[in-house]
């Protein structure tokens, strides 16, 4: 194994154990329909790096498995919550060199209507709410997570990622 595997092995792991630590540090509002997942900041992470996208989805997964175990959550939400991660993540990677005055604002949307549309079918099929009040309180929160701490880990990470990784 190279170095440069273990590298990414290793940051995957790392992203996927914050992922999961944020989750049930902030539990009390890291599930629900109403939900602010602080978690959730970390999807500005595969713009500057592409370990973090299955590091987000695995540590959604377990965050998931976890919540569900612990009656937070709903057992679909292992499924839909991953996959809508995942493909937030990976569209995120993509659109990385989309940065408006150095702000991957493009990039940031994609958790945000993933996790709405995704989330809030979700909740809508098990709880019965309207399906436009679920996507809403989910895109609030996911919008509030993604940009008010997404924007500044995205800062912190641009200045941290230029001096270490390149």
């Not at 970390?42 to 175990?69: E, K, Q, R, T, W």
């Not at 057992?75 to 005055?101: M, S």
């Not at 099929?125 to 924007?151: H, S």
Request: aromatic content about 14%; glycine content about 10%.
């Amino acid at each position: 194994m190279n170095k440069t595997t273990v590298r990414s092995l290793t940051m995957g792991a790392v992203i996927a154990a914050l992922y999961t630590a944020f989750t049930f540090a902030f539990s009390f509002m890291s599930f629900g329909a109403i939900q602010f997942r602080v978690a959730e900041a970390l999807c500005v992470l595969p713009v500057f790096f592409p370990p973090a996208v299955p590091g987000l989805a695995v540590g959604c997964l377990i965050s998931n498995v976890i919540g569900v175990s612990m009656g937070l959550s709903f057992p679909a939400d292992i499924v839909v919550g991953t996959l809508a991660t995942l493909f937030a993540a990976l569209l995120t990677r993509k659109t990385r060199g989309v940065i408006v005055k150095g702000l991957p604002l493009l990039s940031l949307s994609f958790p945000v209507i993933f996790n709405a549309i995704f989330v809030g079918a979700e909740l809508t099929y098990f709880l019965g709410d309207p399906f436009y009040m679920n996507v809403l309180w989910v895109g609030l929160g996911e919008l509030a997570v993604c940009y008010g701490l997404g924007i500044p880990l995205a800062i912190a990470t641009n200045k941290i990622s230029a001096k270490f990784f390149q």
